[in-house]
């Protein structure tokens, strides 16, 4: 067999695989997914942290992202990161790609139609809110500070969640809401948590930190506590964070769902209560105070004043 036709047939299977999990592909390197959050709210049933933390309505939360590459190899990543996806030979445009995730939303929501509230329904199809969060690093898209403002043009609030790895388009981007992962505390546990695909990328993720301390947007720092893994040493986080000195601190537990059961135990989950406690130290030494916390989701949110305010 040859190798461009081995390539064919592991993105075919790649992409099958995809959708069994509940992707949507949106043109040909962009996937759409919808969380169990959109639905419970569809149904008027709750609503995501980030609705108690940042005003976002969960039933109009489009969560895309415009590649599927990824430069990491993370233990608590939910999708397999043992396959490798390819560069596009030819990428999408930004208002393409922004066309075909809000198709891929409405096809995604419409078994909604018959059952939850019409009027959330047809709210749920015009989303305006957008986390390119959904899988890979959406900064090795190219042309992520178009998309952004092609999502903002429309009316969309932007959340953008990036692994830290790319720290000139960390400065070309602005959306309204900037989170960088900080998963470890050490070069050392970022190796074993994270699996770099190159050896540069701790020293990138350094200079992300300062980068995110020079935005105007509002920055986010996020941390998934895996336990016996990466929730130690909080001097070492902090050591980190101050680089960065950013809005908000995100403290979540790592949640034992899709691939990642396959390389975490389910006791790597820590408790609501040993979130609270790492939580609570980590403030102590930065100097910020604990602001909210969902318990179901496992979440602790950190600011300088102990307070927040909601983007929507």
């Known amino acids: 067999m040859s190798r461009r036709r081995e390539k064919t047939e592991d993105i075919t299977d790649f ?36 609705n108690t933390f ?22 608590h990543c939910w999708r397999p990161t043992e396959i490798d996806v390819a560069t596009p030979v030819e990428w999408d445009s930004p208002v393409e790609i ?33 986390a390119v969060s959904l899988s890979g690093e959406p900064t090795l898209f190219p042309y ?3 998309l952004i403002d ?12 990036s692994n830290g790895t790319n720290p000139k388009m960390m400065e070309r981007i602005n959306p309204s809401q900037l989170y960088m992962s900080l998963d470890a505390p050490d070069r050392e546990t970022y190796e074993k948590v994270c699996g770099p695909r190159s050896a540069d990328l701790w020293e990138r993720i350094g200079r992300s930190l300062e980068v995110l301390k020079e935005k105007n947007t509002r920055t986010v720092i996020r941390i998934t506590l895996i336990k016996d893994v990466n929730m130690f040493d909080p001097e070492g986080y902090a050591e ?16 034992h769902l899709g691939f990642s059961r396959k390389r975490l135990p389910r006791e790597a989950m820590p408790s609501h209560d040993e979130v609270l406690e790492f939580s609570d130290r980590l403030a102590a030494l930065l100097g910020y105070r604990i602001a909210d916390d969902v318990e179901i989701s496992r979440v602790v949110l950190l600011s300088k004043d102990g307070t927040v305010s909601h983007l929507a």
């Open 15 to 50: 992409n099958s695989l995809l959708r069994k999990q509940g992707y949507s592909l949106a043109g040909r390197h962009s996937a759409v997914k919808t969380c169990l959050w959109l639905r419970r709210s569809m149904q008027d049933e709750g609503a995501c942290y980030k």
């Open 54 to 75: 940042y005003g976002i309505e969960s039933h109009r939360c489009l969560q895309m992202t415009p590649t599927l590459m990824c430069n990491q190899r993370c233990l």
């Open 98 to 130: 922004v066309g075909s995730c809000i198709e891929s939303q409405r096809k995604l929501i419409s078994g909604f139609g018959g059952s939850a509230p019409k009027e959330r329904w047809l709210e749920g199809n015009e989303p305006r809110h957008v």
């Open 144 to 146: 992520l500070p178009e």
């Open 150 to 161: 092609e999502f903002t043009n429309q009316g969309f609030t932007t959340f953008v969640v």
């Open 240 to 255: 980190l964070i101050r680089k960065a000195e950013p809005d908000y601190i995100e403290v979540k537990a790592y949640m």
